[in-house]
């Protein structure tokens, strides 16, 4: 029996690097991305059956400009979470803001996309069977971009006072995850929507 | 009176602190427990609704209850089974000894796990709000009337005025939410928190199965919750998702209700294979055979299960290709599930059996799962299918998995673990008793339950004609009803008595391996002072038999 402290010890070292936090987050984009599997499902399936108008062709213009805010604000955040790790804390700081700049862009951008269609179009969720999958598709991941930035925002305030220091990285890193995955999706929903739908 | 209780601080009364430490709680195991009392409270109140269904059809052209009643009843009978009794009592025992049984102190999130809790039993009592809203108490109130899979387009708002169905809606997406929090937990603990030696190859079986559940859960149940937004969309925004008026398609809704609905009966069905996978072979006094087959099996199917859910759909047309397609993966999934039937047997086999109430349990569950499991490879066959779907026998199929798997392994567990839990062992001969009857009873309602379904009587019908040869099969399941009611009875008074006056149990009173017989009865706070050493599945046989250790033929 050669069973010694340290072969346990050892072992624990090996099993160390699954962090908690990660694996929760892997879990979380696990089952968000089964919710918007699901609608993006029911666009495709949809797709085109509308009984009436409008149809997409005619009043979805292809938001270019808030898709490269928002997709190059994953590059950013990545920016952000290195130099967190690396300890420079006001580079941190910079990209971080520029992130959380990025992502509003791209909210506001939706926001007046929308109101746009409701207010000149008349086009709403009660529209037609397009309105119903568009406003719902669009809007779930609007939403996440939003519970997104109440995080990043969040974290921005803590570290214009100071708080947010080099041993939180690894938090950070897992909120990055998040808005990555957020970004993800987007591409997804951007080909869906503005790509194969019209 | 308000500016009186600010100014002098109530006096903090011994059960007051009690209380607000039970509601304040983040301790796995006190979460866990609150999982299973609140599950037994909805287990007492659906069986009720059961009763009084099955006196409504005892008879034919009975006027017991109203149509109205009734369609609330099978409702509120069915939601409260799967989401508020099966599921939390599952992860209420999970969430209990995960954590112990891999030598853990706690779970790996424990604010999100109270917040899993709650989100869950506020999801509950929400459902339970439906009957005190709308009309007449006695006909149900404004409680939800559209069946437990609330098919479109009956849910939409001119099929179903009124809220019941919001509900519904409602309750279930809180719980989706607790259920998935849950998730994410088992999993992280899992994965990020066995203590040393504890490899993935040497975990209990139960922490295995409860992974491949939480996996499980977090593929199957977000599409419920997808389903449910869109729902909510149609009937709060006025969108057209399910509406065919506009071109919606309810069949759109049945797809993403049964792909959450068929792996939701393996979230049920693979923590109860976890219970049985522990309390077996303790009970036959060896280990579990097969050991890796079992978590391959178990991860089959939970991989199977996920393509299997249109065979809830054969009766509302497919292609041949569909049909084929779905038969087969159905079928496909009775292969890992005999593998764990044939491991189970080949456990027991040559096993010195001890035939305690939790293994009585144990085999009830083994013969009727085997036949509820049969009735299953009859009913994916989709000629059958076509001519039973939606028939009692398909009632009596799912009850057979559900009463006769499920709940008879929830009540193992329960012989088996509520000596550590509340350091009290629960009276053998209540328990006896408890399972003779239940046995006898359960087979009286659900053995000939089958026959009425094969004679043609349709599920969800409040009533039926006499003459059409149904009646006796009908009386003989409501009388089956009696003794099912009389055991419970017996089950609770033995769980209420036992806590206060019964034997104590000690440490480890079946003499039992794995690691949460290693602490006190109950486990302190803190679970263990020292975790053993772990180098084998078997931890404390190894304590036991130093001179025989498992670890030297692992
Ligand atoms: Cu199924």
């Not at chain 1, 929760?24 to 599997?37: P, V």
């Not at chain 2, 000939?448 to 009533?463: D, K, S």
Request: hydrophobic fraction near 55%; include cysteine.
């Amino acid at each position: 029996m050669s069973a010694t402290p340290a072969t346990f010890a050892d072992e624990a070292a090996e099993l160390r690097p699954l962090s908690r936090g990660r694996v929760g987050m892997w879990c979380l984009i696990t089952a968000e991305s089964a919710i918007f599997l699901i609608f993006v499902i029911a666009y495709l399936v949809y797709m085109g059956t509308s009984l009436d108008g409008p149809t997409p062709k005619q009043i979805l213009t292809v938001p270019v400009i808030t898709t490269i805010c928002l997709l190059s604000s994953s590059a950013t955040m990545h920016w952000a979470t290195s130099a967190l790790r690396r300890g420079k804390l006001a580079l941190f700081r910079l990209f971080w803001f520029v992130t959380l700049m990025l992502g509003t862009i791209f909210l506001v951008g939706t926001g007046r996309e929308w109101h746009r269609f409701i207010y000149q179009e008349n086009f709403t969720i009660h529209t037609n069977l397009f309105g119903t999958t568009f406003y719902s598709l669009v809007g779930l991941h609007a939403s996440h971009v939003a519970v997104g930035l109440i995080a990043l925002a969040t974290v921005m305030i803590l570290a214009l006072f100071g708080k947010v220091k080099q041993e939180h990285s690894e938090r950070c890193e897992i909120l990055a995850m998040y808005w990555h995955f957020v970004d993800a999706v987007w591409v997804v929903v951007f080909t869906v929507v503005y790509g194969l739908g019209r | 009176m308000a500016a009186d209780s600010i100014a002098v601080p109530l006096p903090r009364t011994e059960s007051r602190s009690l209380l607000l430490d039970w509601l304040c709680t983040v301790d796995h195991k006190k979460i866990g427990m609150m999982y299973i009392v609140y599950a037994l409270i909805f287990l007492v109140i659906m069986g009720c609704e059961a009763i009084l269904m099955r006196i409504q059809l005892a008879r034919p052209e009975s006027t017991f209850l109203s149509a109205d009643a009734f369609n609330r009843l099978f409702t509120m009978h069915g939601t409260t089974g799967i989401f508020f009794v099966a599921m939390p009592i599952l992860i209420g025992f999970g969430n209990y000894f995960v954590p112990l049984m891999i030598g853990a102190r706690d779970m790996a999130f424990p604010r999100l796990n109270a917040f899993s809790f709650w989100m869950t039993a506020f999801g509950g009592i929400l459902l339970y709000a439906s009957f005190f809203t709308g009309g007449s108490l006695l006909h149900g109130g404004d409680a939800p009337a559209v069946g437990w899979f609330a098919y479109a387009p009956l849910t939409s708002p001119a099929f179903s005025p009124g809220h019941g169905t919001d509900f519904w809606n409602l309750s279930l997406l809180l719980a989706g939410i607790g259920s998935i929090g849950a998730a994410v937990n088992f999993i992280a603990t899992v994965l990020c928190m066995r203590c040393p030696g504890m490899t993935l190859g040497k975990m209990p079986l139960f922490a295995w199965m409860n992974l491949v559940t939480g996996g499980l859960i977090l593929v199957a149940i977000s599409p419920l919750t997808a389903a449910q937004l869109m729902l909510m969309a149609d009937r709060f925004l006025g969108g057209h998702f399910f509406d065919p008026a506009a071109g919606g398609q309810p069949v759109m809704w049945m797809h993403f209700f049964w792909i959450f609905g068929h792996p939701e009966v393996y979230v049920l069905i693979i923590p109860s294979f976890a219970f049985i996978s522990e309390v077996l072979p303790v009970f036959s006094r060896k280990a579990i055979f097969g050991y890796p087959a079992m978590v391959a099996a178990t991860a089959g199917i939970g991989f199977v299960s996920l393509g299997v859910w249109a065979h809830h759909l054969f009766t509302v047309g497919m292609p041949s290709y569909g049909n084929a397609f779905f038969v087969l993966t159905t079928m496909v999934v009775a292969v890992p599930t005999g593998i764990k039937i044939f491991n189970w047997l080949a456990t027991m086999w040559g096993g010195k059996i001890r035939f305690a109430t939790p293994m009585l349990f144990c085999i009830g569950f083994l013969f009727q799962f085997l036949i509820g499991g049969l009735t299953g490879v009859m009913l994916a066959t989709a000629p059958f299918d076509w001519q039973l779907n939606n028939s009692y026998f398909v009632v009596a199929h799912f009850h057979y998995i559900i009463v006769g798997g499920i709940l008879f392994a929830i009540f193992a567990a329960f012989y088996y673990w509520f000596p550590k839990m509340t350091g009290r062992m629960l009276s053998e001969k209540l328990g006896k008793w408890h399972f003779w009857i239940f046995v006898l009873g359960f087979h009286l309602t659900f053995d000939f339950m089958h026959v009425p379904g094969l004679l043609g009587m349709p599920r969800r019908v409040y009533t039926y004609q006499a003459g059409r040869g149904w009646g006796v099969w009908n009386m003989i399941s409501s009388i089956g009803v009696i003794f099912q009611a009389a055991a419970i009875l017996i089950f609770v008074y033995n769980i209420v008595h036992s806590y206060f006056r019964g034997a104590l149990a000690g440490n480890d009173p079946w003499d039992a391996w794995t690691l949460e017989w290693a602490t006190t009865s109950p486990p302190a706070e803190y679970n263990f002072s020292s975790v053993p050493a772990v180098r084998s599945r078997r931890p404390l046989w190894d304590i036991k038999h130093p001179e025989d250790p498992d670890w030297k033929y692992e």
